[in-house]
């Protein structure tokens, strides 16, 4: 359910950005938008199972090396899903790399947002 809600915020900010911030973000058309949100969909589920991989070679002492990358990771991870859609999708383009750093700290900020109030309602 989290990561469907993140999903569906992540189409409002791209979609909000392409409305009123069209100089920056350009997307075509609807079908690009919902391609590009499902292509960071399926990049943060890839994400989450090795982070969930991660766990399980705990117990070998290799999951604390792993966990540290993947943690690390996890700050580079959005610009380079905005990066690789912008490269590789055609109709999705972001102008700048101030828009890159603005548009990551956005989506970090409400998806982060919506991670930790379930984390912490499931812990109450």
Do not use: Q, R
């Amino acid at each position: 359910m989290k990561k469907i809600f993140n999903t569906l915020v992540t189409f409002g900010i791209l979609w909000i950005g392409n409305e009123y911030f069209s100089e920056y973000i350009s997307i075509n058309n609807i079908k690009t938008l919902i391609i590009a949100v499902v292509l960071m969909f399926t990049f943060d589920y890839i994400y989450g199972l090795l982070m969930a991989a991660s766990f399980f070679t705990i117990p070998i002492g290799v999951g604390c090396l792993t966990m540290i990358v993947l943690v690390l990771a996890a700050f580079i991870l959005t610009p380079l899903k905005l990066y690789l859609l912008d490269v590789y999708l055609a109709g999705f383009d972001i102008h700048g790399f101030w828009t890159y750093l603005i548009l990551t700290g956005v989506l970090s900020v409400f998806t982060l947002g919506s991670t930790s109030k379930n984390s912490s309602e499931k812990s109450a």
